[in-house]
């Protein structure tokens, strides 16, 4: 069978991300059904073998064209990276993914100077992360005007991060609903008891999250929010899932926050997983008081879980899913501590949440069909 071959641009699988989550199980949707194959350019290297594998298993090829050196050389030389690759490997349609649009410029500019047929850009969040975010963000108010000018098709996650990446006179913009694997992420009791008793948490009240250890995450919040439960339910426990970028050691300033509060009894910091489906299942309730979101993946994962989903107002419009969304202002700790109690005192037996969250869209299988439909479409043009 002749293949086609879409390039997937800035998507690797550090912090365990999202985004990387969602084009892996959109390409295994694809590998089932069409004849599309996702190939990878990264400026950051894979960080698991596994991902590698399971992208070649796929029928996939990676390759890492980046450059760790002096940061302020780092985009320039991305850059000539990026037109080399493009020079020497001939794709007709590319599909670049990032939070900022200096992100989606740089290999914009170097495709289209390629002449690559088709130029896709994507926007998965609706803010600045990581050190130097004042620099950052000047950046991307001065390389989003350029984006009409390389791109053919603009795709985002939500309306906030659509008005975050493009400029007004960007017209079309298609929103790819960030589908799950809801048959996973339904609830299961047996998992549920097995994995509470296997961690010891058969008679605790948990508290969850999900999510890099970064400042968009608010973990300081989320500590003051669970030391506010702690002091009234001694039963509560904090489970921590996602890891921390080495660079940034966010992960010790939060363990730091938590020695001094006398937490360390009561929050677990699992690391990162890849059977998180399964860790939604020990939790009570989830906590998201992120500073701000494209989506919130995690979110829809837990709503399908049956899980109460409390969540900041920075939290777009569309992760609100079902009546077990709640949303709460980023000011009072306690008021969220009150909220996540009176949860608890609830009782609510948990609920398989599968059909309203396909109904909704959010099923992988309906996200891999709208891009399916975008590539062919794209692949069609470029044949043209």
Request: charged letters at 25%; one cysteine or more.
């Amino acid at each position: 069978m002749s293949v086609k071959r879409v390039l997937q641009c800035n998507v690797d699988d550090a912090n365990f991300g999202g985004v990387f989550s969602l084009v892996m199980n959109v390409f295994e949707q694809l590998h089932k059904t069409s004849d599309i194959r996702f190939d990878f350019c990264t400026t950051e290297a894979f960080k698991n073998e596994s991902s590698i594998e399971k992208i070649k298993d796929l029928g996939g090829l990676a390759f890492c064209i980046g450059y760790s050196g002096n940061k302020i050389l780092k985009q320039f030389i991305n850059f000539k990276n990026y037109y080399s690759f493009f020079k020497n490997n001939k794709y007709a349609v590319v599909h670049i993914n990032a939070d900022l649009a200096f992100k989606l410029f740089v290999p914009a500019l170097a495709a289209k100077l390629c002449k690559v047929k088709k130029i896709i850009v994507h926007s998965h969040n609706s803010g600045v992360d990581g050190v130097n975010r004042r620099i950052k963000y000047l950046a991307h108010k001065v390389f989003k005007m350029f984006l009409p000018l390389l791109a053919d098709t603009f795709l985002s996650c939500s309306e906030t991060a659509s008005k975050w990446m493009y400029t007004k006179s960007v017209r079309n913009i298609v929103l790819i609903k960030n589908g799950i694997d809801t048959e996973k992420f339904k609830f299961n009791d047996k998992t549920r008891k097995e994995y509470r008793e296997k961690n010891c948490l058969e008679n605790n009240f948990v508290i969850g999250h999900v999510g890099g250890f970064k400042y968009q995450k608010n973990h300081e919040f989320l500590i003051d929010i669970f030391e506010h439960v702690y002091k009234k339910d001694k039963t509560a426990r904090l489970l921590l899932v996602g890891v921390s970028d080495p660079k940034e050691n966010y992960l010790a300033k939060i363990r730091e926050k938590v020695k001094k509060s006398g937490l360390n009894d009561a929050v677990i910091f699992w690391g990162g997983s890849y059977e998180i489906f399964n860790l939604y299942q020990m939790m009570d309730v989830f906590v998201f008081p992120s500073r701000f979101e494209g989506l919130g993946i995690v979110v829809i994962e837990a709503q399908s879980s049956g899980l109460y989903a409390v969540c900041s107002d920075k939290i777009p419009k569309e992760a609100k899913i079902t009546e077990l969304f709640v949303n709460l202002e980023l000011k009072n700790a306690d008021i969220w501590a009150e909220k996540i109690l009176e949860i608890k005192n609830k009782n609510s037996e948990r609920k398989n949440m599968k059909g309203e969250i396909e109904a909704a869209g959010y099923d992988i299988n309906n996200s891999a069909k709208v891009l399916e439909q975008i590539y062919r479409a794209a692949w069609k043009h470029s044949q043209s």
